[in-house]
């Protein structure tokens, strides 16, 4: 085996790893999530969709939104939805729901909504409405507006699942 071999099963070693731990209920830290960003090997990023998906979920968790957002916006425009539909939605509804995590309310129920508008899938855009709006009013702080968006929340995930 020569030494490029050798390198690029190091690197995707690294890699399965880092998943592994993302996809943990390990926390990890606001720092070492920046690391990691900062460090990625784009070339192995690109052939494991889950990645992006796991990191920015990580992110958003951590109340890293922001990262969240970066790291989700750079894997939806590398991966397309017809190559990892399953990925490329979860990665964009985590993307949505860090959008709302930084005040842009409206702007996560677009794309939300967008992403069952583009694939016909009326129960996606009401499930993924009613997790964005569940999020939205996890966030605030307000105990009264709290609960009533809560229960619109409710009511959304009801009328998603009839």
């Not at 070693?13 to 209920?25: F, I, M, Y």
């Not at 968790?61 to 979860?90: K, Q, S, T």
């Not at 996890?138 to 998603?160: K, N, P, S």
């Amino acid at each position: 085996m020569d030494v490029e071999q050798k390198t690029l099963g190091g690197e995707r070693q690294k890699l399965a790893g880092l998943l592994v731990r993302l996809e943990s209920d390990e926390p990890v830290g606001s720092k070492e999530l920046h690391e990691v960003w900062k460090g990625r090997a784009r070339p192995f990023w690109r052939v494991q969709p889950a990645v992006y998906r796991a990191l920015a979920e990580k992110c958003r968790r951590a109340g890293e939104n922001y990262l969240a957002i970066e790291v989700a916006e750079e894997g939806l425009a590398w991966f397309g939805e017809d190559e990892h539909p399953a990925e490329f939605h979860r990665l964009a509804h985590v993307r949505a729901l860090a959008y709302a995590g930084v005040g842009s309310r409206e702007r996560a129920r677009e794309m939300v909504a967008s992403l069952g508008t583009e694939r016909g899938d009326p129960s996606l855009t009401l499930h993924g409405l009613a997790g964005t709006q569940q999020d939205w009013h996890e966030i605030i702080g307000d105990g009264a507006a709290r609960r009533a968006g809560l229960a619109q929340a409710r009511d959304a995930y009801l009328h998603a699942l009839t």
